[in-house]
Nanobody
Framework: QVQLVESGGGLVQAGGSLRLSCAAS????????MGWFRQSPGKERDVVAA????????YYADSVKGRFTISRDNAKNTVYLQMNSLKPEDTAVYYC?????????????????WGQGTQVTVSS
């Protein structure tokens, strides 16, 4: 198992950028596929981006393609989400998720480890 701690959220104006980090503890991080999800009040938790265990494959929700980039550093046990050209509709709590596996996963039910979340607020 891994324990996940997100950081980097905050308040930013529309058009701005933020970089989220998810630090993982535990010995299996390099064997884990990772995902970033977000949830706003009254809505379901949805995938934002996902990455496989090597970092060689990525997935993005259509709403963030071309604006967000997911990456990982297995030496630092950390996965990142670089968010550019932020929009007010990106406002949500962002969660990091992990699961052991060689694939790439885009559904909440496919992950078994979750962080506590970090708030991202984009003002217009």
């Amino acid at each position: 198992q891994v324990q996940l701690v997100e950081s980097g959220g905050g308040l930013v104006q529309a058009g701005g950028s933020l970089r989220l980090s998810c630090a993982a503890s535990g010995r299996t991080f390099s064997s884990c596929a990772m995902g970033w999800f977000r949830q706003s009040p009254g809505k379901e938790r949805d995938v934002v981006a996902a990455i496989n265990w090597t970092g060689g494959r990525t997935y993005y929700a259509d709403s963030v393609k071309g604006r967000f980039t997911i990456s990982r550093d297995n030496a630092k046990n950390t996965v990142y989400l670089q968010m550019n050209s932020l929009k007010p509709e990106d406002t949500a709590v962002y969660y990091c998720a992990a699961r052991v596996g060689v694939g790439i996963y885009s559904y909440t039910s496919q992950y078994d480890q979750w962080g506590q979340g970090t708030q991202v607020t984009v003002s217009s």
